[in-house]
């Protein structure tokens, strides 16, 4: 660092943190590569809740197997089954990818919501330029909400037992 500083103006753009001027152009990033295994799936985990799925998408006829079951057998109420839906909606691929998912913990709503977050990552990694229209979407930010935890002097998390004057 010191042979960087070869002036007066150097150095005080060191103490004020920001690099030298003869450093000043960074390289720009690269992009993003697609990320396949030797079968040419991509892998994601997604979460949601307690749930946690294990997705692999590849090329297909846009069929949905979730622990074995296709996905109207798994989720049987539609708006689930809209739930995995979305994120092909949103990058304009339906029906092109098939998809692979093993889910286990919390309930099938949080189920559903890990297996699309599951769906939505393995996707951006399959094809980086699907990432901008599911980043916009929100759906590759994990939802970190979760269940609050039982305190102790209430009867749940938050609600007190019932007060008696008498």
Known sequence: ????????????SVVA???PAATAAAPAPAPRQPE??????????GKRKDAVARVWIKPGKGQVTVNGKAMKDYFARPVLQMILR???TVANVEGQFD?????????????????KHGISKALQLYEPSLRAPLKAAGFL????R???RKKYGKRKARRSFQFSKR
């Open 1 to 12: 660092m010191a042979d960087e500083i070869k002036s007066l103006d150097d150095l005080k």
């Open 17 to 19: 943190g920001s690099a």
């Open 36 to 45: 396949r295994d030797k079968l040419g799936r991509a892998y994601a985990t």
């Open 86 to 88: 979305q994120p092909f």
């Open 99 to 115: 998809v692979m998912a093993t889910v286990a913990g919390g309930g099938l709503s949080g189920q559903a919501g890990a297996v």
């Open 141 to 144: 930010t994990r939802d970190s």
């Open 146 to 148: 979760v269940v609050e």
